[in-house]
């Protein structure tokens, strides 16, 4: 079975390639069967979608960024509830996936990549907003 990579929208893309790339080996990985690779792939996309999306909102402070965990990160760095919400969530799993106890045995991958979805669409929407504000001021100028 051949992997379809997913296609994200062009604001995930500039602000975090890494994630991208190491989601769409997560869906590689699970097109192959590789099924104890796939949570832990999305665990780490989340981590560099997370960790490049703080930074790009608060580039003064990315070397700290980059050195807290990801659940700090998200609590500290991540000011939308929509985005901090499905994050954590995400993130939740993705431990679930890596860890050798599950917390969350209700939950599968499937709920994790659901998450990590539901966090680029936050994360677009907030990027979104943010450059129509910018480029278009109330004067209607």
């Excluded at 402070?61 to 990160?73: D, F, K, N, P």
């Excluded at 609590?75 to 985005?83: H, I, L, Y």
């Excluded at 939740?92 to 917390?103: F, I, Q, S």
């Excluded at 979805?117 to 990027?127: A, E, Y």
Aim: charged share 25%; with cysteine.
């Amino acid at each position: 079975m051949s992997a379809r990579q997913n296609e994200f929208p062009q604001t995930i893309q500039d602000v975090s390639p890494s994630f991208v790339e190491i989601f769409n080996q997560a869906v590689v990985a699970e097109s192959q069967d590789l099924t104890q690779l796939v949570g832990i792939g999305l665990r780490k996309s989340l981590e560099f979608l997370i960790k490049d999306f703080a930074s790009s909102e608060h580039p003064d402070q990315e070397t700290q960024i980059r050195a807290t965990q990801l659940g700090s990160c998200i609590s500290q760095f991540v000011s939308d509830t929509n985005v901090k919400e499905c994050a954590k969530r995400a993130a939740w799993l993705g431990n679930d996936e890596t860890h050798y106890t599950r917390k969350w045995e209700s939950k599968d991958v499937s709920d994790l990549k659901l998450l990590v979805k539901l966090t680029v669409n936050w994360i677009d929407n907030v990027l979104l907003t943010k450059k129509y504000v910018a480029e278009m001021q109330a004067s209607g100028a």
